[in-house]
């Protein structure tokens, strides 16, 4: 699955034809940890378990591998095997960054995508419009992300996390001036001192089973 390991922004799965960088936010803040909820120092290592719809299960692991600068930031190298993904954190606020894509017919323009806020309080919310071109038609949509909990407790595969976030991601299509929901794409959950455990999406679910800090 090509975006099983792109576990923070579920949407690309639905919006992969979107790419730009737009981000607003609103609501309260709360105590800033420190970007503790990315933890990737090199050597560190976590190992999930993919459940698709039909109850099929499979594992894969993500090791930190290293780090690089792009764009004059630092990002976390994390590979799966197959393919890289990068992940940084700037006093709060955490990013993936995406690479470009082109394909005949179809641009996507590489960029960061802003999946967490550590320091927003239950309530808040924050979006990102993205923008791809098809058949030289621009097109746009719109990742909504509404804090649901902070700092709550959650048991994945029978172990207890604390201090965890968990963030619902939505997705919308936007039209002229005119916004056409697409649903919600999945519920993500981030545990302090180790990062992503688990989402849950109407199409499947996935949860870490171990990890590794270094």
């Known amino acids: 699955m090509m975006y099983r390991s792109l576990f923070f922004v579920g949407a690309l799965s639905i919006f992969s034809m979107y790419a730009c960088r737009k981000e607003k936010s609103l609501e309260g803040i709360i105590t800033d940890f420190h970007c503790g909820y990315a933890p990737?120092?090199?050597?560190?290592?976590?190992?999930?378990?993919?459940?698709?719809?039909?109850?099929?299960?499979?594992?894969y692991s993500l090791l930190v591998s290293g780090d690089t600068?792009?764009?004059?930031?630092?990002?976390?190298?994390?590979?799966?095997?197959?393919?890289?993904q990068f992940i940084r954190c700037d006093?709060?606020?955490?990013?993936?960054?995406?690479?470009?894509?082109?394909?005949?017919?179809?641009?996507l323009e590489a960029g960061d995508r802003l999946f967490l806020h550590d320091s927003y309080s239950e309530g808040a919310t924050w979006s990102d419009t993205i923008n791809v071109t098809i058949s030289g038609v621009e097109q746009t949509g719109?990742?909504?992300?509404?804090?649901?909990?902070?700092?709550?407790?959650?048991?994945?595969?029978?172990?207890e996390y604390k201090n965890v976030i968990v963030v619902r991601q939505d997705a919308a299509v936007l039209v002229g001036e005119t916004l056409y929901p697409a649903g919600t794409i999945a519920t993500y959950y981030y545990a302090l001192g180790i990062g992503y455990i688990e989402t849950v999406?109407?199409?499947?679910?996935?949860?870490?089973?171990?990890y590794t800090i270094r």
Do not use: C, W
Request: net charge negative; aromatic share 14%.
């Open 69 to 84: 600068t792009i764009n004059g930031y630092r990002y976390s190298i994390l590979n799966d095997g197959y393919s890289d």
């Open 91 to 107: 006093n709060g606020s955490y990013f993936l960054y995406e690479q470009a894509l082109s394909l005949p017919d179809y641009q």
């Open 40 to 59: 990737y120092s090199t050597g560190s290592s976590f190992t999930y378990q993919y459940t698709n719809s039909s109850g099929d299960t499979s594992q």
């Open 201 to 210: 999406s109407p199409t499947d679910t996935i949860r870490l089973m171990n």
């Open 142 to 159: 719109l990742l909504q992300y509404h804090m649901l909990a902070q700092q709550t407790t959650h048991t994945v595969l029978g172990k």
